[in-house]
């Protein structure tokens, strides 16, 4: 392009147009000899050039962050907890630490290979010996399923050994079961929430009360600490928390205005719980309003894909990593001492475009000892 | 280059202008102190939720420095676990966040380095999500019509020099003096290469009208260097 075309009608001052970097500068406001001043005033192409580099400038800063993908999160916390713990302080402090992390460090596990695997030795050294009548409660819900049949489905719907579908695909069974249920309409969800919620609460999961694809919701707003999301989260599919409602929470239209959960129902929220299941390929067994470290919270459950056999280390819910073979739909119920569920806190204002960051804790765990 | 001794300030820091330690006592109440003091206290649950807590923000300038998943990905995680591991010998100079956020581009500069010593080995650049993808060419997007490329297309196709100055003092403000440091050049050179970068993007993303790029043919034409 010639000196003439770009700058339109010659000025004295447009002999020669300014140094780039000095346009540059210029456009961003920076002391630049009055010659660019009077050049520039004088040249409609550099003044364009000029108010483009601004917009450029304005472009780049307002460019919103970059939501880090859930398995680059995921990779890169498993590769945090098989870490070791930082060195300790000199002193008396760090004796008072290193006691704190050897109490503490029975929850951090080993990563290997299987980054986010455990085996089931590991996995029952993690929780509590459960009650032989919890183990049972959740066997009662899977016999019900089955008994209630007829596409009705519950969130544990991979337990059923009727439906043929492999536990490793409980992700997509349960995303198709969504579907049925949508399809059965709205006000099939609606009176169920209702019944659900008014039902008598605390006790044993009412399963006989919630035909369709349930979550467990709560709102107990119990104050966690990372040591105690475990157990917390056992009492909550084994029906100890109070005000436990059973309610097809992804299934389809909800009007929970009314409801003490709806806080919990709301658009971002559903949207964070599908992210969560379709990261986890697993359906979402339940959640919970508490507060995490003092800040408003959700814990979510959610069911992930087992392996049955017994060899132990099959089981993972790496993002990255294909599912399990496809023997593993072979086995009947997965004992609750080998089923892992994958326990999540997000913060009570998630919103599914950056979970990442509003995921407050996240562990692997099973549904009892 | 030392991964995370020193520590940088960024217009988000709170730390003094001249210098002086102010930060520590200053921020008690910033969560990720908080989280980082836990972490070197044995809360083994502390420093997966510090990660979690600023993620985005690091995945960010990886990925938009590296263009490339995997290569953001190694880099982020050799980050934080640099973090990890030397969380005791913070010394609250900046807030944990740039400090955090310095790790990670000493991490993906270090890689962008070695992207640019094996040319031959440097991977079709990826979406933030891994898929590879070309970039789009500008005069594709001029052939059918179209008035803009998006700006990450248009970042992924600059001279990684040029890149890493644009993102470094456009994208994540960090003031020119700190990216001359970062990148080992003179202050002049990351000033020349954001203004030839910022040109080319502005070119190429059609806010300088045709027939009015570049007016600075020599300048702004240099190349990648």
């Known amino acids: ?369 | 280059m030392p991964a995370d001794s020193d520590e940088l300030r960024t217009p988000d820091s709170s730390a003094a202008p001249d210098g002086t330690d102010a930060s520590t006592a200053d921020r008690p109440d910033d969560p990720d102190l908080v989280l980082l003091r836990r972490h070197v206290a044995g809360d083994p649950a502390a420093f997966a939720e510090l990660f979690r807590a600023n993620a985005d923000r690091l995945w960010s300038v990886a990925f938009r420095l590296l263009h490339d998943a995997e290569d953001a990905a190694d880099a982020v995680q050799e980050a934080m676990l640099s973090a990890h591991r030397r969380a005791a010998t913070f010394r609250g100079e900046s807030t944990v966040r740039t400090w955090l956020h310095r790790i990670t581009v000493n991490a993906a500069l270090d890689r962008l380095r070695r992207q640019a010593a094996r040319p031959s080995t440097v991977p079709m650049p990826t979406t933030p999500d891994g898929a590879e993808r070309e970039p789009a060419d500008p005069r594709d997007a001029h052939a059918e019509g179209e008035l803009r490329l998006d700006v990450s297309d248009a970042l992924a196709r600059l001279p990684s020099p040029l890149r890493a100055a644009v993102v470094l003092v456009d994208i994540e403000g960090l003031p020119v003096a700190q990216v001359a440091e970062l990148l080992d050049v003179p202050v002049g050179t990351v000033k020349s290469r954001a203004a030839r970068g910022r040109a080319r993007l502005a070119g190429e993303l059609g806010y300088l009208r045709p027939g009015n790029q570049p007016t600075t043919p020599t300048v702004f034409q240099e190349g990648g260097r």
């Open chain 1, 1 to 369: 392009m010639s000196k003439e075309e770009a700058t339109g009608e010659p000025t004295p001052e447009a002999k020669r147009h300014p140094d780039g970097e000095l346009l540059d500068a210029y456009a961003d406001g920076e002391r630049t000899p009055g010659s660019v001043d009077r050049h520039v005033r004088g040249c409609t192409a550099c003044q364009r050039t000029v108010v483009g580099l601004r917009d450029m400038r304005v472009e780049l800063a307002r460019l919103a962050p970059i939501s880090m993908p859930p398995d680059v999160a995921r990779r890169i916390q498993d590769a945090l907890m098989a870490t070791p713990p930082p060195a300790p302080p000199t002193g008396g402090a760090g004796r008072a630490a290193q006691a704190r992390r050897g109490a503490a460090g029975r929850r951090r596990r080993p990563v290997g290979l299987g980054a986010a695997a455990l085996r089931p030795a590991q996995r029952d050294a993690l929780l509590p010996r459960s009650s032989r009548s919890e183990r049972l409660v959740l066997l009662a819900v899977c016999l019900l399923v089955v008994v209630t049949g007829g596409g009705l489905v519950v969130a544990l719907q991979q337990h059923e050994p009727a439906t043929g579908t492999s536990s490793d695909a409980a992700g997509s069974a349960a995303i198709s079961v969504r579907a049925d249920s949508a399809k059965s309409g709205p006000g099939a969800a609606a009176p169920l929430a209702e019944s659900a919620a008014s039902g008598p609460s605390g006790l044993p999961i009412p399963a006989s009360a919630a035909p369709v694809q349930a979550v467990r919701v709560a709102t107990s707003l119990d104050a966690l600490e990372p040591a105690a999301v475990a157990q917390h989260a056992r009492d909550l599919l084994a029906g100890r928390v109070p005000a436990a409602a059973n309610v097809p929470l992804l299934a389809g239209p909800l009007a929970p205005a009314a409801e003490p959960w709806a806080g919990l129902a709301t658009p971002a929220l559903l949207a964070c719980y599908q992210k969560l299941t379709d990261v986890a390929r697993g359906p979402l067994l339940a959640v919970d309003e508490v507060t995490y470290r003092g800040r408003a919270a959700v814990l979510a459950v959610l069911d992930l894909p087992d392996a049955p056999n017994a060899g132990g280390g099959g089981s993972t819910a790496a993002a990255d990593a294909p599912a399990p073979s496809a023997g593993a739909a072979t086995a009947g119920p997965i004992p609750a001492s080998r089923d892992l569920v994958q326990l999540t806190v997000i913060d009570l204002g998630c919103r599914a475009d950056q979970l990442t960051a509003a995921t407050l804790f996240e562990e692997k765990s099973t549904k009892a000892a």
